[in-house]
Every structure is written in structure tokens, then in C-alpha cells.
Nanobody
Framework: EVQLVESGGGLVQAGGSLRLSCVVS????????IGWFRQAPGKEREGISC????????YYLGSVKGRFTIATDNGKNTVYLQMNSLKFEDTAVYYC??????????????????WGKGTPVTVSS
């Protein structure tokens, strides 16, 4: 059974940083992609980053590019989302998700089969 467990969310002041972690387990195949998504109150969920295990395809939502960085530690089966220069509008529940495929689409709209339960991030202005 594939499982994804996020951690690292919390309350931070605007301009601050947080690092989210996602531990992935249960994959029987070696090629899958991991995405980070978020859903703010009253808004639709949006994909903010996607990467494959070798970082051959790594993409970011425009509004987080240059502030957020996705990274993988394949030995620990963990994917991180380093979030810097946080803004009030980054407040949301953040989810990691996985899809059994080899590369992320460069066009966004990433479709994922497996999802974590989310970790909340609150940025105070």
C-alpha cells in the first residue's frame, strides 16, 4: 500500500521560512513523480511543484518560483519543499502526492494517484 505522510507545517510570520517533508512508502516500482499541492480556504487545490526522482523534470507554479524549492532524498524516500519568503497568500493546507510515471508534465495540471493527508501552513501578515 502506497502511503505519503507530510510534516513540517505550522505558523510562520510573513517573510519567514518553513520546510515541509513527505515520506513515501509502499511503491513497488522505482519510477514515480512527486508533487506538492496546496488548497487555501475557499479556493481550489493547485499544484505548486512536481519532480521526478532524478530531477530530470522539475517544475514550479509561477507564483512560488524562486521562493520554493523541491528536493528529494531517495535514500530516505523523502521529498522536501523548502519555502522561503513566505507570504500571507501562501496560507493553505499543503499536500504531497505521487503518480507512477517517469516524468512530470511541463504544462502543469499534474494528475496524481496517491495523496497524503496534508499539513497546514499559516502565514501571519
Amino acid at each position: 500500500e502506497v502511503q505519503l505522510v507530510e510534516s513540517g507545517g505550522g505558523l510562520v510570520q510573513a517573510g519567514g521560512s518553513l520546510r515541509l517533508s513527505c515520506v513515501v512508502s509502499g511503491f513497488t516500482r522505482n519510477d514515480y513523480v512527486i508533487g506538492w499541492f496546496r488548497q487555501a480556504p475557499g479556493k481550489e487545490r493547485e499544484g505548486i511543484s512536481c519532480t521526478d526522482k532524478n530531477h530530470d523534470s522539475t517544475y514550479y507554479l509561477g507564483s512560488v518560483k524562486g521562493r520554493f524549492t523541491i528536493a528529494t532524498d531517495n535514500g530516505k524516500n523523502t521529498v522536501y519543499l523548502q519555502m522561503n519568503s513566505l507570504k500571507f497568500e501562501d496560507t493553505a493546507v499543503y499536500y504531497c502526492a505521487a503518480e507512477p510515471t517517469s516524468h512530470c508534465s511541463p504544462y502543469g495540471f499534474w494528475t496524481m494517484e496517491y495523496w497524503g493527508k496534508g499539513t497546514p501552513v499559516t502565514v501571519s501578515s
